[in-house]
């Protein structure tokens, strides 16, 4: 059974840090494309970070220079360290896999949310002023 257990939410100040992580279990996740979505309370879902296989990354602009997507791929964990965190990241953070489509654009990756085939179950996090 596949498994995307994400950790690593919580309540931070604006400024602060947060490290969100994913276990991934169940499936063979080392050719996916795998990611972070976030989705606030009136919002779309939208696409954070990305990264593939061969290690390159996509990032949303809004987001660009503060977090930062790695993936453990011994340990099958995919990382998302957030950094100068404002209240505008409030939101239930996502970690998805795609592991059935064989190429995708940076920009695909950050927005065909419907191409992931496995999702967690996300994490909140909330950031105050």
């Known amino acids: 059974q596949v498994q995307l257990v994400e950790s690593g939410g919580g309540s931070v100040q604006s400024g602060g840090s947060l490290r969100l992580s994913c276990a991934a279990s169940?499936?063979?996740?080392?050719?996916?494309?795998m990611a972070w979505f976030r989705q606030a309370p009136g919002k779309r879902r939208e696409g954070v970070a990305a990264?593939?296989?061969?290690?390159?990354?996509s990032y949303a602009d809004s987001v660009k220079g503060r977090f930062t997507i790695s993936l453990d791929s011994d340990k099958n964990t995919l990382f998302l360290q957030m950094n100068s965190l404002t209240p505008e990241d409030t939101a239930m953070y996502y970690c998805?896999?795609?592991?059935?489509?064989?190429?995708?654009?940076?920009?695909?990756?950050?927005?065909?949310?419907?191409?992931?085939?496995?999702w967690g179950q996300g994490t909140q996090v909330t950031v105050s002023s």
């Open positions: 990264i593939d296989s061969d290690g390159s990354t």
């Open positions: 169940g499936d063979t996740f080392s050719n996916a494309y």
């Open positions: 998805a896999a795609d592991t059935l489509t064989p190429v995708m654009t940076a920009r695909q990756a950050l927005e065909a949310d419907q191409l992931y085939n496995y």
